[in-house]
């Protein structure tokens, strides 16, 4: 008996948080029967993100363990990682199960950002065709309270619609594939923020650079709104800690965010930490498998 199809309909997710007591929070305590027979267990972590890194760390002390963390290139210098990295596409669906087959992958952590919904996707698609347990370990997304300004919008032409005709100044807390969409309003002047260089620069009469990798502080936040006199945020409702500051500092001085909802999410059973990934791999890699997919 496998207990990877039960696992892959969304009608039935698993049980993402199990109870048994040998599971620890951090993941350490835990020895699997891999480990007791000798087999390692491959697993694949989809990152890109803090929660994929926090992941990593956890995983990297289960020496019974092989993990790879996998990121899709877009950074040049990209930060260290407890674990061994792959980088670059897999080549869509299809690429992707050849992947967890080729690698005999027992397990799937999509890790990915929640608005990396194309990778989602993919790796919701060759988990179910693989029979691959696949957890996605998604922050919960930031709400709003007492003193926010916030306009949701569904994504950047909507985003400019809401910042109006008039010429404000913008923090465009976007990645680069959105600010180029910014182009189609000249009269603002935009504050740019990125990790690389935005490479071709937007074309606008108006537009700053920063780079910087976070996470962003509060108070660091605050500093940059009133040194660059902005008076409206574009951000993606990331949630989390790491981007939050600038949501707080707006708060505090009064400034309007323009915020894009999150994409809609898969039928994939989810947790929101790392720890609970961990607990749920325990889970998944104690219970009998079935590799003839
Ligand atoms: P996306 O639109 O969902 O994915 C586009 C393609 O990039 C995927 O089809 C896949 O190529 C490749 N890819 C994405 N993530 C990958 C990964 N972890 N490992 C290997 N290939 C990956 O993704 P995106 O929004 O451009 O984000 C790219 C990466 O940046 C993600 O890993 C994400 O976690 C991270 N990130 C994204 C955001 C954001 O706002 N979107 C913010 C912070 C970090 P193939 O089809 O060839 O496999």
Redesign the pocket.
Known sequence: MSSRPALLKPSMPSSPMPTMDSHRGDGAGCRLESSASGMRKHILI????ME?RECGELLARRSELDVTL?????TASPAAQPVPVR??????VD??VKYLRDHEIDALIDA??P??????A?AWSAAVQTHTPIIALRRAAWRATAGDRWTEVLDAKQALIALGSEPRNVFLAL?R?EIAQFALAQQHRYLIRSVDAVDPPIEVPHARYILARGPFEEEQERKLLIGHAIDVIVA?N?GGAAAYGKLIAARTLGIPVILFRRPPELPVPGVATAGEAVAWLDHVLAAPTDRGV
Request: a positive charge; aromatic letters at 6%; charged letters at 10%.
């Open positions: 989809l990152g890109g993100t994929a996998s990121l899709a290139g877009r980088r670059g596409g897999f080549g869509g690429g992707l990915t950002h608005f990396a919904s194309t990778m989602s993919h990645g594939q993606k990331s």
